[in-house]
């Protein structure tokens, strides 16, 4: 089946399979960020933005991105870097498998709230699994981002 959607700002144009996800759509496009850790939406590695909220690539087909605005790390590649460094100075980065998730529902989190409460942040960033650290230092990484983006708003 055709689908047409929106990638990071270019109109794509995709023959998928009923049966496919858009994790698979995507690593076939050449967007390796979007990884298939779990294929359960329970670690949030496969995590891309749907209309500008964070969605699990590995339980969403590809037919439902029709028409949609579908993001990933590689479209705000300046601000995951940025964001990555945060998680990098708390010691919340060992391996770095969750980073791409984790930036993108920090992103996401930046447009829906201008100052979010910690309950609003560990809403966003439950979806995201880190086997390496607990999430202590991930939510003060996130903290510190956000007070340093509310500085220069």
């Not at 529902?105 to 609003?120: G, I, Q």
């Amino acid at each position: 089946m055709e689908v047409k959607f929106v990638l990071n700002h270019m109109d794509i144009v995709v023959n998928a399979r009923p049966d496919e996800y858009l994790a698979e759509t995507l690593r076939n496009l050449g967007i390796l960020s979007v990884r298939v850790g779990c294929n359960e939406s329970n670690c949030g590695t496969c995590t891309v933005l749907i209309n500008d909220k964070p969605a699990m690539s590995c339980s969403v087909l590809t037919a439902q991105v029709e028409g949609k605005k579908v993001t990933t790390v590689e479209d705000i590649q300046e601000e995951a870097n940025k964001i990555a460094d945060y998680f990098s100075d708390e010691g919340a980065d060992q391996c770095g498998f969750c980073l791409v998730g984790f930036a993108l529902v920090v992103h996401a989190l930046t447009k829906e709230y201008k100052d979010p409460t910690d309950e609003e942040i560990r809403n966003y960033l439950v979806g995201n699994l880190c086997r390496c650290s607990g999430y202590h230092a991930q939510f003060l990484a996130v903290k510190k981002y956000l007070a340093e983006v509310k500085k220069h708003a």
